[in-house]
């Protein structure tokens, strides 16, 4: 071989390296692009994952005692007792598991205060369910729930602190006092719901309770909103609610259970026209 031919392959040597490094470069690209696109998939959400609760208003009443209750700070959407979401479920089998088809804010946590079907409904668990669902129940209730399929299912009991993922909920007890709709000893509850630097109360089905004054220096201390009921027959009417309030000084108070199942707005109107808190009367979303 003389030299010219030598340098030749010496060169073809080298083209071949060039392109080979050119293909190895391609190749990492490649590589380095299907790692990013899996990155970044990573740190998209589920698809059912589909909250923004940053954009939402900081409390929604969906009817009757249903609250959805949002939080920007933590980009958490809660429902305290869903029920008849949509205005469509009354008669909707509550074996139907994957009625997920509407434009509800999906959950990450449920509150729910008792077993009765406008407070613990399967069908609008479902609804609103999303797999990292955190669902809280009286032990009655979670029964009915059992077709539910989410992450944690907490079951409760009045006067107790659950930590669920940083938020601090605590029980309070819900009963009758001279009618048996709720009677005490189903250890049915009302939540304080610690967020937003706010505590949430929301009563459940209730009369107005001794619990709610002596809780004045434990657990209803400092409410910023109180969620009561006005409606009457099953739970505390209007002017029972205005005693209520008065018993923990709530600094807003808001009314629900009315409207649907029981008691009219004036009801609403009543309250607040007598209570000595700051009453706002929502409208139903
Ligand atoms: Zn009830």
Not at 67 to 72: K, T
Not at 89 to 96: A, E, P, V, Y
Not at 123 to 147: F, Q
Not at 148 to 162: A, G
């Amino acid at each position: 071989m003389n030299f010219r031919k030598k340098i030749k392959k010496i060169k073809s040597y080298f083209i071949l390296s060039t392109e080979s490094r050119l293909i190895m470069i391609l190749l990492l690209c490649l590589v380095s692009l299907l790692f990013t696109v899996g990155c970044s998939n990573k740190n998209k959400p589920p698809a059912d994952d589909n909250n923004n609760a940053e954009n939402m208003k900081e409390i929604i009443w969906r009817g009757h005692a249903t609250i959805q209750l949002n939080s920007q700070e933590k980009n958490i959407v809660m429902y305290i007792d869903p029920y008849n979401l949509d205005n469509q479920n009354n008669d909707l089998d509550n074996n139907n598991l994957n009625n997920k088809n509407n434009n509800l804010d999906k959950a990450d946590i449920i509150l729910i205060t008792h077993a009765h079907y406008d407070h613990c409904s399967l069908a609008d668990a479902i609804k609103i369910a999303k797999p990292s669902t955190i669902i809280l129940a009286t032990s009655d209730c979670m029964n009915n729930l059992e077709k539910l399929d989410v992450e944690k299912k907490v079951i409760v009991e009045p006067n107790k602190k659950y930590d669920i993922n940083g938020i601090i909920v605590e029980t309070i007890p819900a009963y009758n006092i001279n009618t048996k709709f709720h009677p005490k000893e189903n250890n049915w509850v009302g939540y304080v719901i610690n967020v937003n630097n706010r505590r949430y109360y929301h009563a459940g089905d209730t009369d107005n309770i001794p619990e709610m004054a002596l809780l004045k220096e434990i657990t209803l201390a400092n409410i910023d909103v109180a969620f009561l009921p006005v409606g009457g027959t099953y739970t505390m009417n209007a002017e029972e609610a205005v005693k209520a309030a008065g018993a923990f000084n709530p600094k807003k108070a808001i009314p629900i259970h009315y409207g649907s199942i029981v008691g009219t707005k004036e009801d609403a109107e009543l309250f607040k026209e007598k209570c000595d808190c700051d009453v706002e009367i929502l409208e139903e979303n």
